[in-house]
């Protein structure tokens, strides 16, 4: 039988069978939401016919009176084209080709600064060496982008691309589908300028994991110890996901495979947290603009003087799946990353849950602009350091 999907980059694939582009024939299609549903890529892939377990919004705590994390949307697999498991990605590590696995006339899947197709004008962020050919440490380089493309949607995505920048958060869970896939993820960025945040969000399989198993660490691209101001360089293809259905405008991530995996070279001072309008925060929250998502997705951000409503069916505050809404925005805060991150007891540990009462009267509200599932949020690195007044469990 022969399918027709949209795979996590963005790409139409016409295939034999599905199973993350193998053996397809694709061409690009940036900017464009996927109309099969799960893909890979997405940090909230869940579909109707998901069977994600875990990672944002797949096995947090109903039980806790709202204050769990997790996606507000319940499932976050990235099953691709129906039954993709975290194998498939990894299955390719070996291997720096295109996504497909198989070489087009546009590409050169050794990775090489000379790769064939425009990829805009070869800017790149400040302090980055921008020079092809300038092979990391670990072997793998390729024609290296800016933000400044990311957010114009000028980077083809079957083009391997590097990207030199900072890390603005810690390394996460995304998704642990029931076919046991294991997605992680974390943003990088660069300081913000005056149209906006710089910053964009990197995903990378790891092994996979039986279902109520844990995700196993140091499998992925991404270490386990990044944290924000770690200066950094990474070579994946750049693409964009929405799932099938919403109206939301695609998240843009780069795709790295742990054959080329982040190359750390110090440490700095991390971006800033770019000031949001309220007026930028409610068309984010509509996420149909999608010139304005792309200036603000994956990037670090901070509202200011906004109070939490009174969570209805959640305690005080906090609604269930770690939700928080405002009054004065229709943009809401979802506690995805910190509870998917590895600190304390990893993914899904509830003492990194959110506590607040009602009323709270927030100073400033800092995260980082994120797709859940259909809902473009604010997603806080921490509970302690990003919001004031913290959260009640902070020690």
């Known amino acids: 039988m022969r399918l027709t999907v949209r795979a996590w980059f963005g790409m139409s694939a016409l295939c034999p069978f599905v199973f993350l582009g193998v053996?397809?024939?694709?061409?690009p299609t940036?900017?464009?939401?996927?109309?099969?549903?799960?893909?890979?890529?997405?940090?909230?892939?869940?579909?109707?016919?998901?069977?994600?377990?875990?990672?944002?919004?797949?096995?947090?705590?109903?039980?806790?009176?709202?204050?769990?994390?997790?996606?507000?949307?319940?499932?976050?697999?990235?099953?691709?084209?129906?039954?993709?498991?975290?194998?498939?990605?990894?299955?390719?590590?070996?291997?720096?080709?295109?996504?497909?696995?198989?070489?087009?006339?546009?590409?050169?899947?050794?990775?090489?600064?000379?790769?064939?197709?425009?990829?805009?004008?070869?800017?790149?962020?400040?302090?980055?060496?921008?020079?092809?050919?300038?092979?990391?440490?670990?072997?793998?380089?390729?024609?290296?982008?800016?933000?400044?493309?990311?957010?114009?949607?000028?980077?083809?995505?079957?083009?391997?691309?590097?990207?030199?920048?900072?890390?603005?958060?810690q390394k996460f869970l995304l998704s642990h589908a029931h076919s046991g896939s294991c997605l992680f993820g974390a943003f990088v960025g660069a300081e913000p300028d005056a149209d906006g945040p710089?910053?964009?969000?990197?995903?990378?399989?790891?092994?996979?994991?039986?279902?109520?198993?844990?995700?196993?660490?140091?499998?992925?691209?991404?270490?386990?110890?990044?944290?924000?101001g770690d200066s950094m360089r990474t070579v994946g293809y750049l693409g964009s996901y929405a799932p099938s259905g919403c109206t939301a405008t695609p998240s843009p991530q780069l795709m790295v495979n742990r054959a080329c995996p982040f190359v750390r070279s110090g440490r700095r001072a991390a971006p800033e947290p770019f000031a949001l309008s309220l007026a930028d925060a409610d068309a984010l929250a509509q996420g149909t603009d999608s010139s304005r998502v792309r200036r603000f997705a994956g990037g670090l951000v901070r509202l200011e003087h906004v109070s939490a409503r009174r969570a209805d069916d959640g305690t005080g505050s906090v609604a269930p799946y770690g939700v928080i809404a405002f009054n004065e925005t229709a943009l809401e805060l979802h506690n995805d990353l910190e509870y998917g991150d590895l600190s304390l007891g990893g993914p899904g540990d509830a003492h990194k849950s959110l506590v607040f009462a009602y009323p709270t009267d927030f100073l400033s509200v800092a995260g980082v602009v994120y797709l859940d599932y259909c809902t473009w949020s604010l997603a806080p690195r921490s509970r302690c350091d990003d919001l004031v007044p913290p959260s009640e469990n902070c020690q």
């Open 198 to 228: 710089r910053g964009v969000l990197v995903v990378s399989y790891g092994d996979d994991a039986a279902d109520g198993d844990a995700c196993p660490l140091g499998t992925d691209a991404i270490p386990d110890d990044l944290a924000p």
């Open 30 to 169: 940036p900017w464009t939401t996927p109309s099969d549903d799960g893909a890979p890529g997405n940090s909230n892939g869940d579909a109707p016919d998901d069977d994600a377990t875990g990672g944002l919004g797949g096995t947090s705590s109903k039980s806790s009176g709202g204050t769990t994390g997790g996606s507000s949307k319940g499932g976050t697999s990235s099953n691709a084209s129906g039954g993709t498991t975290g194998g498939s990605a990894n299955g390719s590590a070996a291997s720096r080709s295109s996504p497909s696995n198989t070489s087009s006339p546009a590409d050169d899947t050794s990775g090489a600064g000379t790769t064939s197709g425009s990829v805009g004008d070869g800017g790149s962020p400040p302090d980055s060496d921008s020079s092809l050919g300038a092979t990391s440490s670990n072997g793998c380089d390729a024609q290296s982008v800016s933000f400044e493309e990311i957010r114009a949607g000028a980077v083809r995505s079957d083009v391997e691309v590097r990207l030199d920048a900072t890390a603005t958060s």
């Open 23 to 27: 053996g397809c024939r694709v061409s």
